[in-house]
């Protein structure tokens, strides 16, 4: 540890000679307060100042770090000041201590943020804490208790300075607001030694501020320069304004490459400015988040009486090239050409839409292309330059402050849906924060202003029922959003999520149920889940995240037979029925399970269920359950010939994994994806016994695989002769997980052309190939639907999300009763031997149809056995679910 006892100590002499800098040659203003003044903790050689009067005795004080968790890594992140230190003459001492530098974004602190510094006095009082990056008056880390943390840290919050430093950079806090610059250890920041710096004398012009490349070849210094304001954001977190070059804008471009532009951060005069103001700036010049910025106090702003020329959009479509958009930043914006929504998951907290330019969504990769694969590559490195991200003018996190704000952005009326066109319809302004572009509207954006300071429009993409499939019977596949009925208040040790009020709305953890808080907040789930399966309206439905009641010591079949009533209340008649669970089950299940439900008008079991009991396979799973259907006709009558398996399944999930093969190895497939190989290797055994115990090759697997279609679990089903029925004959997809579509949700058919282990001749020899009846589960298959009801929805009306903001936005329909889509596919045409006459009873999305069936997406994306994906096709968001 090196520390100063004065400015002329041998051990301030070292901290500085090994960052390579001179002392202050004269005393600097000294402060008033012992604080935090800088931090540097990109630096060959870390420390903390404090600022303080000159003498101060800091004699036994602590300085330290707590790492972006909140706790004290090791003893190196803690030094305690020698006996007899004082604050020298310039009246600022470092204190040489390692700080962690890793940056992290989730719920522990509003916005990206780093690793906190701390002082604690002689006596164990805390001085200062103070967070790197973050929020400005957001939500900071709070230290937690560990061997290492000082008891003085626990439980308090650290406050964000909002500001990161870049390779040989520090954090300072100058006049009040926190910057990055060259470090000057010892030296209060902001002084030189010599005395304040005098005003530029000369105007610096924007672009030059901001100059051609990615950062400012000004950072650090202090210029002065004149804009016209074209945005303000006096309230929300971002504490300033943006200002524009007079005249520039508009289809001439005077200075290439260089953006015209800046944004102006000043918590002191963004209360006095207003847009049209023309104003003279004079401050320091440093990049935050990589956005280029002027740090302005009261006194470095002048308003100029000579008028202005006006400040001109550039109306253009938006660059996909990030040279260009950085010739844009900072500037006015009339965005043109096609949009669409990527991503809403991120509104419900940080009021803020994901678009990708042009049309269409933005692919999973793995989705669309094998995972690894050059093409997979080439389709996120598209992704990439296709994304922006639609602001709303603040930093502020809604679900920790302004609770009682109203949400942008959302509305059940007007909903933003994933995949809907949006077109910009008034000026916004090219920002840049968080490693993302940013259109913001000029000024604060909320709920209740909507009206008029929205920059964007929406189209409707919702519709109240799946398009028909066709067929004499139908199925799907649902999952239920972790549906308990053993709410959390009936058991002990459960921990809530709450609302606004601090009202338990679903359990968090502590026990294990999984789902609703209380019976109120059960009754707002029930109410979306049933309004969406009685309109989904199919025959058979594979039901996923629905509770095992035996880790309830109830019946196994409780929650699933609640849920069968509570769906025939709703319907007025007794239209649902259950698949019980069979005399045989694991003796180790999850607490969430599979389940099937059917309408017995419509179908009716054949022989007894089956559950697949392979604990080598899926002990971190859900097994899969069997039953076999035979639809009836119209006058009620079983026509078993036509008798089908149905498998309902749901794979381990990508968030998680042990063992070999299980870890993220970073090709997009996420973790534990050698299990989940396993259990489709599993699966095919199991399907291969099905179909012949049913004596039927018409086999169906349905349910969430937790695989996007090209991922590896889903060639084991291509290979043993399924199709994925959904990416063959539609265009749409089940989920988005952070801004990317595709589907971890599927029906897989099984194809004349494959077998699923039994002898193929046996299958030619089988019952179900006579000649008036399909020849393959997929030649049995009138059409497919995936029903967007779900993933493309915002998050904020979820039933789990209610009363989270002063608006209301729960209403009891089918939209967002979950976070996946369902998958709808028709069975059995009127003519089974002739099929459709044209040979293309459900063409999707850019797909040629071919033979009796259709091409699906962009000509396919499962290419089946031995096949090769082609194409791109719309594709988003979330795929991790919830369970194991």
């Not at 609302?499 to 999984?514: F, K, L, M, S, Y």
């Not at 979820?798 to 976070?819: G, K, L, Q, T, W």
């Amino acid at each position: 540890m090196t520390v100063s006892k004065t400015a002329s100590s041998c051990a301030a002499l070292s901290l500085v000679a090994a960052i390579g800098l001179t002392l202050p040659a004269t005393p600097a203003t000294a402060a008033e307060d012992p604080h935090i003044s800088e931090i540097g903790y990109v630096l060959d050689t870390d420390f903390i100042e404090i600022a303080a009067e000159p003498g101060t005795d800091v004699s036994g004080w602590t300085f330290g770090s707590v790492t972006r968790g909140g706790s004290v890594q090791a003893e190196e992140n803690l030094a305690t000041v020698p006996a007899g230190t004082t604050v020298g003459d310039s009246g600022a001492l470092a204190v040489e201590v390692s700080i962690t530098n890793s940056v992290n974004s989730g719920t522990a602190a509003d916005g990206s943020y780093g690793s906190s510094a701390f002082i604690i006095d002689d006596e164990g009082m805390l001085v200062d804490f103070d967070q790197v990056g973050g929020v400005v008056d957001g939500k900071g880390v709070t230290g937690k208790a560990n061997t290492n943390t000082p008891e003085a840290v626990v439980g308090k919050d650290a406050e964000p300075t909002g500001a990161t430093a870049t390779g040989g950079q520090s954090i300072q806090l100058i006049d009040g607001i926190w910057n990055s610059a060259a470090p000057t250890p010892d030296a209060l920041p902001g002084d030189d030694g010599g005395g304040d710096d005098p005003a530029p004398e000369d105007v610096t012009p924007i672009a030059d501020i901001q100059g051609t490349g990615e950062e400012s070849p000004l950072a650090g210094t202090t210029v002065k320069t004149q804009g016209v304001v074209t945005a303000s954001y006096p309230t929300g977190g971002l504490n300033g304004y943006y200002v524009q070059t007079p005249g520039t804008g508009g289809a001439e471009d005077e200075t290439p490459g260089a953006s015209d532009g800046v944004f102006v951060y000043s918590p002191d005069s963004v209360d006095d400015v207003s847009i049209g103001d023309h104003l003279e700036l004079t401050g320091a010049v440093s990049e935050r988040y990589g956005q280029t910025q002027i740090s302005v106090s009261s006194d470095g702003v002048a308003a100029l009486d000579e008028p202005a020329e006006v400040v001109k959009p550039v109306e253009d479509a938006f660059p996909t090239v990030a040279a260009a958009r950085e010739a844009l930043e900072g500037m006015l914006l009339q965005p043109s050409g096609k949009m669409t929504v990527a991503d809403n998951y991120n509104t419900n907290t940080y009021g803020e839409v994901v678009l990708a330019t042009g049309e269409g969504t933005l692919p999973q990769p793995t989705d669309v292309a094998r995972p690894g694969s050059d093409e997979a590559r080439a389709i996120e490195a598209d992704n990439l330059e296709r994304e922006v991200v639609l602001d709303d003018g603040a930093t502020v996190n809604y679900l920790q402050n302004d609770k009682d704000v109203p949400l942008p952005y959302v509305s059940n009326d007007a909903p933003v849906r994933v995949g809907a066109s949006a077109t910009m319809t008034s000026p916004v302004v090219l920002g840049f924060d968080h490693e993302k572009w940013r259109f913001q509207p000029t000024t604060r954006l909320t709920g209740d202003n909507a009206e008029a300071i929205q920059p964007a429009s929406f189209s409707d993409t919702r519709t109240e029922a799946p398009e028909a499939v066709g067929g004499q019977i139908s199925m799907a596949s649902f999952n239920v959003l972790n549906y308990f009925t053993t709410t959390g208040d009936q058991l002990s040790g459960c921990d809530y999520y709450s609302d606004r009020e601090g009202n338990p709305i679903t359990v968090r953890g502590g026990c294990d149920a999984r789902g609703a808080a209380n019976a109120q907040s059960l009754k707002r789930q029930e109410t979306k889940i049933v309004s969406a399966i009685n309109k989904l309206d199919t025959s058979v439905v594979s039901l996923m995240e629905i509770e095992n009641s035996a880790a309830f010591d109830k019946d196994r079949d409780d929650a699933l037979a609640t849920l069968v009533e509570r769906l025939n209340e709703a319907a007025g008649t007794e239209k649902w029925d259950f698949v019980p669970s069979p005399d045989d089950v694991p003796a180790d299940e999850d607490v969430i399970r599979t389940a099937l439900i059917y309408q017995p008008a419509e179908v009716a079991p054949q022989n007894d269920s089956t559950i697949l009991d392979d604990e080598a396979a899926f002990s971190n799973a859900r097994e899969p359950l069997s039953q076999a259907f035979a639809p009836k006709d119209e006058s009620g009558e079983t026509d078993t010939d036509k008798t089908f398996v149905t498998i309902s399944n749901h794979f381990k999930s990508k968030g998680s994994g042990s063992g070999p093969g299980n870890e993220d190895s970073g090709d997009g497939q996420g973790a534990s994806n050698a299990d989940r190989v396993k259990q489709a290797t599993s699966l095919v055994d199991f399907a291969g016994q099905q179909q012949e115990a049913a004596d039927s090759d018409l086999v169906y697997l349905l349910g969430d695989f937790n695989a996007y279609t090209q991922e590896d679990p889903m060639q084991v089903f291509y290979e043993a002769g399924f199709k994925d029925v959904a990416s063959e004959m539609t265009a749409k997809s089940t989920y988005v997980f952070k801004s990317r579509t595709g589907s971890l949700d599927h029906v897989l058919a099984l194809d004349s052309s494959g077998s699923t282990g039994t002898d193929a001749a046996d299958q030619a020899a089988a019952p179900g190939a006579q000649a008036d009846l399909p020849s393959s589960a997929f030649d049995a298959i009138t059409g497919a639907d995936v029903w967007n009801i779900n993933s493309v929805e915002a998050l904020a009306l979820e039933y789990s999300r209610f009363n989270y903001n002063i608006s209301d936005f729960y209403a009891p329909d089918p939209f967002r009763a979950s976070d996946h889509d369902p998958v709808v596919v028709g069975l059995f045409g009127p003519d089974d031997e002739d099929g459709d006459e044209d040979g293309n009873h459900n063409a999707g999305k850019n797909g040629a149809a071919n033979g009796n069936h259709n091409a699906g997406k962009n000509g396919g994306k499962n290419a089946g056995k031995n096949g090769t994906a082609k194409g791109n096709h719309n594709a988003g968001k979330n795929g991790i679910d919830k369970g194991f």
